[in-house]
Structure formats: structure tokens, C-alpha cells
């Protein structure tokens, strides 16, 4: 149970498998009649940009110099004159990266059921793979290398070679045409975007549920049919309840005391006749969640001046925020709770005893199971070696949750030599 407003409040969690039966699902459904039967509630837009990102899945050092992501416009900055892509930054490929402040996870939008999401895609990536390769090198400029392996610790390049990327949510309604749906087949000559280009991708959203995104550009490689979902090009679209609102559930100490507008009174429990119920400690924020940053330095700089805080739509019902965790609200009657003509069985009167109140504000947790990842593990010349390399396959990181991986293998050996912090585990 979690506590939102003051209010008792439950949790849902999305939980997504990105293996290769799912990857296989193949292109959204179209026709004429759907399209026609489309009514937004409102057009909620997202601007989104994929990118060469280098990424660290764990403490112990398995990494992918060469991972792409999915991330929006606004949480990107130009690497050379450090300015987000939305305050002065170039969008130029090869020269791009998530802000500092910003740690590498899969993108996560958020509409509200009856919901409209227009997707402004612009493809980022360098004209070739593996853009951060080591090609060209002698003995001398291999600092990483280990005498006697072939490759270089950071080297890794399972990008597919074809650049070309789209924004394909699967189970969503198409509604415009076929050229939303994100791939190259049938009546659709192509809605893929070669390195450089924009493109724009309308859906509906027309029930709750958690949506996987994934790019047909490539759609052979590893994963079978999931392309680049191997190295990270993939998100999750989750639709909320009808009427929602989507809030940030994990903000910095900066951004709490911005949001905060005060503190509760201390009810201290110092007189005989106070009762538990009644002795409370107090003292704590008072959230604005519809709070701004300040139209001031260093904001403007960081492209955040004027932005919500905490509330991920802003103004004009464009995506600002796309955390991985959020609390969802109903702006109704002040408490957060939903309606009951939310749900069929509340509408009238009753629910299902066996779950939670559904009518309630609650917290969301969205969870990505990828497997198969490409990575370059830990301590190389365990995973490396001739023996041993079979034996720790099946315990290396390439199972991860949402970027992040603890493969037990590098765990045991970080152990075994008393280094890092599983130094002094007894077990």
C-alpha cells in the first residue's frame, strides 16, 4: 500500500517480456472502419529522438558502448556545447547523449484511456553501427586490452547494420493510415526514418494496459524478429484510466523543495488526553504537483524554465517527464480517487473483492524484462577463457530489468577475489 495525498492507495505494476514470441506479433491491425471509429479525448504529443547511448548495466562493469535508446527531445543534449536539444543544442548524430542528470532506462509514456499519442520521432543515429568501435588501433592504443585476447574490454558492435528506425507500439489503433504503423509492409511504401529524418506516428489508445515499443526499421536480429532490441532500442506506451492524471513519483531533493509550498502542523502527543489517533509528528511537505521550475537560471539553460516539476504533461498536453515509475490520479474532487463510472462493476455499486479499490490514486511500477542483451561483461578473462567461458554462459549479463542486470557470474567472482561489494558475502 502506498500513501498519495494522504490517502491508502495501491499499486500496479506493468510488467513487460521483451522475448521473441512477443517481437513476432508483427504490425498493428488496420482498416477503413477503425480508423473512422477513432474519437480522441484529447492528442497527447511526445517528442522523441533515438540515439547512440553508451550504457553501464551494473556496479561491477558489464557494459555496451554501442547501446541506442529511445528518449525525449527535451532529456537529450548536444555533447559538444552541452545544451539540451530544446535550449540551443544541435541535434547533430554521433554527437548526442542523455543529459548528466538523466540515467539511461526505457522511455515510458503515458496516455489516459480514449487518449490520442502523437509520436514526433526524429532519428538520431550515426549513418553507421557501432559508432563507438574500436576500428583502427596497434598494440600501443589498446589501454583496455588484456595481452593475449584479441579484443579490447570496451569493444563491442552488435548493432545491425541497417540505420533505418521507426516507433512501433504494439497493440495501439492506428489512426490515420497505414504510415503510423511504423514498418515497410503492405499498402505502407515505408514509414521508416533514415538517419536524420522525422517522422510523425498517430495512435489510440482505446482501453488501459501496458504497450511494448520497439522499432520495425530492422526487423532481423537478435530476438529473432526484434532487431535492435538486443542493444536497446525498445520503450514501453502505458494507457492509464479514463480522466488520469500522471505524476512523477521520484524527484530530486532540488525539485521537492521547489514543489513545496509548506509544511503540515506538529500535532505532538505531550498532554494526557491526547490518544494515538490524534498524536501525529507533523512537520511534513506540502506538494504543489502542478509546481513549475523557476523562469530563471540555471532552468533556462537546462531547457526546464516554466516546465511542470512533477505533473509529466505540460501545457498543450505535450510529455515532458517519461520516468519509469509514476503516481496516477484522478483531478476530480481534490483526493485523487477516480469515479466510479471508471469501471463497470463500480459504475454500479460493487467490485471484486479479491482486489484492490481499483477507484483509488495509486502508484505505478513499469518493469521491462529484456533478455539477451548484448553486453561486455566484467573481469574478460574469466568470460573469455577457453574453459571457463562455458561455464559462466549461463550466468553472464544479459538478463536485465529496465537497463540493469546482477548476472550472478561476475557476482561469484567479485566474491571469490574479495573486490567490489559483494567483497565479504558469506553466501
Given at each position: ?9 495501491y ?79 544541435a ?78 507500439p ?9 504510415s ?17 529524418d ?35 532500442l ?14 512523477r ?6 525539485e ?6 509548506g ?28 509546481a ?49 463510472s ?54 553472464r ?31
Amino acid at each position: 500500500m502506498n500513501s498519495v495525498n494522504g490517502k491508502a492507495s495501491y499499486t500496479r505494476t506493468m510488467l513487460l517480456s521483451l522475448m521473441a514470441g512477443l517481437m513476432m506479433a508483427g504490425s498493428l491491425t488496420y482498416s477503413p472502419d477503425a480508423e473512422a471509429a477513432v474519437s480522441c479525448a484529447r492528442t497527447v504529443t511526445a517528442n522523441v529522438v533515438a540515439i547512440d547511448q553508451p550504457v553501464m548495466f551494473n556496479r561491477l562493469g558489464a557494459q555496451n558502448i554501442n547501446y541506442m535508446v529511445y528518449a525525449l527531445r527535451r532529456d537529450v543534449v548536444n555533447t559538444t556545447s552541452g545544451k539540451p536539444l530544446t535550449a540551443g543544442g544541435a541535434p547533430e548524430r554521433g554527437k548526442v547523449a542523455l543529459r548528466p542528470d538523466k540515467r539511461p532506462r526505457p522511455l515510458v509514456l503515458r496516455v489516459a484511456a480514449g487518449d490520442c499519442l502523437q509520436v514526433i520521432l526524429q532519428n538520431l543515429l550515426t549513418d553507421v553501427a557501432n559508432p563507438f568501435k574500436i576500428v583502427d588501433h596497434d598494440e600501443d592504443e589498446l589501454a583496455g586490452r588484456h595481452q593475449g585476447f584479441d579484443n579490447p574490454i570496451m569493444q563491442i558492435d552488435n548493432q545491425v547494420e541497417g540505420r533505418y528506425i521507426s516507433f512501433h507500439p504494439l497493440g495501439l489503433q492506428l489512426v490515420n493510415d497505414i504510415s503510423d504503423d511504423g514498418s515497410y509492409v503492405g499498402k505502407n511504401t515505408s514509414s521508416l526514418l533514415a538517419p536524420g529524418d522525422i517522422g510523425i506516428y498517430t495512435y489510440y489508445a482505446e482501453a488501459e494496459g501496458a504497450f511494448m515499443v520497439y522499432s520495425r526499421g530492422q526487423p532481423f536480429g537478435g530476438e529473432a524478429s526484434g532487431g535492435n532490441v538486443g542493444v536497446g532500442l525498445f520503450g514501453v506506451v502505458n494507457v492509464e484510466p479514463v480522466g488520469a492524471n500522471f505524476y512523477r513519483s521520484q524527484i530530486t531533493e532540488e525539485e521537492m523543495r521547489l514543489a513545496t509550498t509548506g509544511t503540515t502542523l506538529i500535532n505532538a502527543c505531550d498532554s494526557p488526553e491526547d490518544t494515538p489517533a490524534n498524536c501525529r509528528p507533523g512537520g511534513q511537505p506540502i506538494i504543489d504537483y502542478e509546481a513549475t521550475y523557476p523562469i530563471a537560471q540555471p532552468w533556462w539553460d537546462e531547457g526546464k524554465a516554466g516546465l511542470p516539476i512533477i505533473n509529466m504533461l505540460a501545457a498543450g498536453n505535450e510529455i515532458v517527464h517519461s520516468d519509469i515509475n509514476a503516481v496516477i490520479a484522478h483531478p476530480g474532487d481534490g483526493t485523487g480517487n477516480f469515479p466510479a463510472s471508471t469501471y463497470p462493476l463500480e459504475r454500479s455499486g460493487v467490485r471484486n473483492p479479491t482486489v484492490p479499490n481499483r477507484l483509488e490514486a495509486f502508484r505505478e511500477f513499469t518493469v521491462v524484462f529484456h533478455d539477451e542483451q548484448a553486453a561486455t561483461q566484467a573481469f574478460p578473462m574469466w568470460f573469455t577463457d577457453p574453459v571457463l567461458s562455458h561455464t559462466l554462459h549461463g550466468v553472464r549479463d544479459s538478463f536485465m530489468i529496465n537497463y540493469g542486470s546482477g548476472g550472478i557470474g561476475s557476482e561469484i567472482i567479485t566474491n571469490r577475489l574479495g573486490v567490489g561489494p559483494m567483497h565479504d558475502c558469506l553466501n
